[in-house]
């Protein structure tokens, strides 16, 4: 899918590339296990923010196993690879080593050894002293050559027997020309086209629509390779070119004039970098449209990216609890929900962020929003406030589980999602009748069962547009345990069940009014999962605004019950 918002569209294959993905699920794994510290050798790809995301994680960058003798901790081998003879000195140095190298990598190494112990000579067609590169040479017996134009190749010396094989991010057209030109010098040439599908598809969507631009913005390191190489072949294309790291980088360029931009990425361009760079680049042409239109974009945005939204949605989860359950309308309950649910919200999100100092206002928000809470639970009851502050605490402690090292509890996947629909359907369900010391009946365990159920499926739904953004998630996510069919088939198995709870109660003749509303609610529920079955790469503030969204649909829904 490609945004065409305000003449900007955005490649459908911006991002990550799948290698990227496996090397960076690997080290998240290892961190989500609690085996720490952990050391890549060398950059475990070239993008230096992600670096920075690692690197809160304590996942650090070595050069050489030396660097780290003699203390505890994990190798892991990046993704561009290394040379044989690096990986057995690797592997002897007596810590565990965890290759991350990707697949399609890995495939031209063994093309490489291949026709290596069949005495060819091997031509790389990529960039002398990059890593892969570096890498790729190791393969090819002592019988290597690399070369990047037409000059290097004349320099070649004749052959018998090449192999003429191409760095993975190499631009196809200049790799078969040059091949043509290798295939001169030898008596026997084997063309080996190791460019991978991904840089393919890249390549030809840049170059669809590049063209037809008056302005590109490529977005990844200026330290990665492909992205510069991106970045050379749009400038072929277009009249205008600019390479950027960050939305710093847009600084001083006009972004109002030209009536269409197209943005890419390199293969090692986080989604949620696009967004954000895409996002400023609408901001200042929303600005050429008019400023009230700019300024409500930038307010809902900053209601959604404060948690503020998802607060309120607790809150409308609360009231139709409530109504179900045969509570009165109690204020404190609903304001309890929104400080619990936004407390733990903001906290989460704090510690996930990058910087000291971009954590530390959102946490210290959300601690006081959590202190707020326990002083309404007190006030609902003792026995009310320490379960608050239970949960509560188990919340905030949540980020910081693997520094307790219960190993059972570290690998179980899917937590996140379980502690969230846990924590929402105690603050949302169960206490709206705990509070009141009202006697639990089937239908307060059916509704605080279908709250878990809700909360969860929305967890779940909000993972897919996580991973989809390539935000640093592990396994407790279950759409990265599990996978897209898996998650798919629970997701619609959810469904299921909540329609279920509302049938049983209908049958049981419990509110049949509300449920009947509440049955009706879920075809905006059925919505939102079938607009995450079609929509892969969700970038904007949208998917939060529509997941979060159901749980006040289903309050307007509880509320016009009663005029029924």
Same mark, same amino acid.
């Given at each position: 899918m490609k945004e065409k918002d305000y003449g900007v569209t955005i490649a459908k294959s911006a991002g990550f590339c799948p290698g990227v993905k496996k090397a960076i699920d690997k080290v998240l794994e290892l961190e989500s296990s609690g085996k720490k510290p952990i050391f890549t050798l060398g950059p475990?790809?070239?993008?230096?923010?992600?670096?920075?995301?690692?690197?809160?994680?304590?996942?650090?960058s070595i050069g050489h196993p030396s660097e780290v003798e003699g203390k505890e901790g994990v190798l892991v081998i990046r993704a561009h690879g290394i040379?044989?003879?690096?990986?057995?000195?690797?592997?002897?140095?007596?810590?565990?080593?965890?290759?991350?190298?990707?697949p399609l990598v890995k495939h031209v190494h063994n093309n490489i050894s291949k026709y290596a112990g069949e005495g060819y000579t091997t031509v790389i067609v990529g960039d002398a002293g990059h890593a892969e590169v570096i890498g790729l040479l190791g393969y090819t017996q002592g019988r290597g050559y690399v070369v990047a134009d037409e000059s290097e190749?004349?320099?070649?010396?004749?052959?018998?027997?090449?192999?003429?094989?191409?760095?993975?991010?190499?631009?196809?057209?200049?790799?078969?020309? @040059? !091949?043509?030109?290798?295939?001169?010098?030898?008596? &026997? #040439?084997?063309?080996?086209?190791?460019?991978?599908?991904?840089? /393919?598809?890249?390549q030809s969507e840049t170059i669809e629509y590049a063209k037809n631009a008056d302005f590109v913005i490529v977005v990844g390191g200026k330290n990665s390779a492909n992205t510069a190489r991106l970045?050379?072949?749009?400038?072929? @294309? !277009?009249?205008?070119?600019?390479?950027?790291?960050? &939305? #710093?980088?847009?600084?001083?360029?006009?972004?109002?004039?030209? /009536?269409?931009?197209?943005?890419?990425?390199?293969?090692s361009t986080p989604n949620w970098l696009i967004d954000r760079i895409s996002g400023a680049v609408k901001n200042a042409r929303m600005g050429a449209m008019g400023h009230l239109a700019n300024f409500l974009y930038k307010m809902w945005a900053f209601i959604i990216n404060s948690s503020l939204y998802t607060a309120f949605a607790a809150l409308g989860l609360t009231y139709v609890c409530m109504k179900l359950q045969g509570v009165l309308f109690h204020v404190p309950l609903l304001v309890l929900s929104w400080l619990f649910v936004f407390s733990l919200t903001v906290i989460n999100r704090g510690v996930s962020k990058t910087g000291q100092t971009e954590k530390r206002l959102p946490i210290t928000i959300g601690v006081i929003a959590g202190a707020a809470a326990l002083v309404i639970a007190f006030t609902l009851g003792f026995e009310i406030f320490i379960a608050t502050a239970v949960f509560l605490g188990a919340g905030v402690l949540y980020p910081f589980r693997y520094m307790f090292k219960i190993k059972k509890f570290t690998s179980l996947p899917a937590t996140k999602d379980l502690f969230t629909a846990l924590g929402w359907s105690f603050v949302c369900a169960y206490l709206?009748?705990?509070?009141?010391?009202?006697?639990?009946?089937?239908?307060?365990?059916?509704?605080?069962?279908?709250?878990?159920?809700?909360?969860?499926?929305?967890?779940?739904?909000?993972?897919?547009?996580?991973?989809?953004?390539?935000?640093?998630?592990?396994?407790?996510?279950?759409?990265?345990?599990?996978?897209?069919?898996?998650?798919?088939?629970?997701?619609?198995?959810i469904i299921a069940a909540v329609v279920g709870v509302l049938i049983t109660l209908l049958i049981m003749g419990w509110k049949v009014k509300l449920v009947t509303m509440l049955l009706l609610g879920n075809i905006y529920i059925i919505f939102i999962a079938a607009y995450y079955y079609l929509q892969r790469k969700p970038r904007n503030i949208m998917e939060e605004t529509l997941v979060d969204g159901q749980f006040l649909v289903l309050a307007a829904l509880c509320f016009l019950a009663r005029f029924i």
């Open positions: 475990l790809i070239h993008n230096n923010q992600v670096i920075a995301t690692l690197e809160e994680k304590g996942i650090t040379t044989p003879e690096f990986q057995r000195e690797v592997e002897s140095c007596g810590k565990e080593v965890i290759d991350a190298t990707c190749v004349l320099a070649l010396p004749d052959f018998d027997k090449v192999n003429i094989v191409a760095q993975t991010t190499q631009k196809e057209a200049a790799f078969y020309k @040059l !091949a043509e030109l290798i295939k001169q010098k030898a008596k &026997e #040439a084997v063309v080996s086209n190791t460019i991978c599908e991904p840089t /393919k598809q890249r970045a050379k072949l749009c400038g072929e @294309l !277009a009249p205008k070119v600019l390479h950027v790291e960050t &939305e #710093a980088d847009l600084e001083g360029h006009d972004l109002k004039t030209p /009536k269409k931009i197209f943005i890419t990425a390199g293969a709206p009748a705990q509070s009141l010391d009202m006697p639990f009946t089937n239908a307060n365990y059916l509704v605080i069962f279908y709250a878990v159920l809700l909360v969860f499926v929305r967890s779940v739904i909000l993972g897919i547009g996580a991973a989809h953004k390539d935000i640093m998630i592990g396994k407790e996510s279950f759409y990265k345990a599990f996978g897209l069919k898996v998650t798919r088939v629970a997701i619609i198995a």
